[in-house]
């Protein structure tokens, strides 16, 4: 299987039904392409939360960092990925655990494996290999 991210106008849905967004990998450093990107989230008015095993029970950008998608409390409208490829199958088996939407891995991150995982249990908001940060410009340019 190949995945194939959907088009355009349904990952433009997928920003505007979001509120809440699961930053996994989330870095406290500031030049790192994690916390830019939720930067930029928080201030376009999403609710971020970082996920960061390492750095958990701090805060970034204010927020508090948990170690695991399965220890946040309530509802994850979109689960924002920076992890390597290869962590994407393990991620997406602790997604389908936890109440979450859509699955979003950053550019230049994919793992059909991952995709099946989803796929196959019956999960079809899948986006892989683009940018939130992005793909919420690119929103508001067509607007």
């Known amino acids: ?10 990952i433009f849905g997928y920003l505007k039904e979001a509120k809440r967004i699961a930053v996994v990998g989330m870095s406290d450093k500031d030049t790192r392409s994690s916390f830019l990107v939720a930067r930029e989230l928080q201030k376009a008015g999403y609710e971020i939360v970082p996920v960061n095993p390492v750095l958990a029970g701090q805060k ?9 998608l399965s220890e946040i409390p309530g509802h994850i409208d979109l689960v924002d990925i920076f992890r390597r490829s290869e962590f994407l199958p393990d991620l997406a088996r602790e997604f389908l655990t936890i109440d979450a939407d859509v699955f979003w891995a950053q550019q230049g991150i ?8 989803l796929i196959g249990s019956g999960h079809q908001k899948i986006v892989m290999d683009r940018c939130t ?3 919420l410009m690119r929103m508001s340019w067509q607007n």
């Open 133 to 135: 940060k992005v793909e």
């Open 60 to 68: 970034i950008l204010g927020e508090t960092v948990y170690a695991s």
């Open 1 to 10: 299987m190949t995945f194939t991210n959907p088009n355009e106008q349904v």
């Open 110 to 117: 994919y793992n059909d494996e991952a995709a099946e995982i």
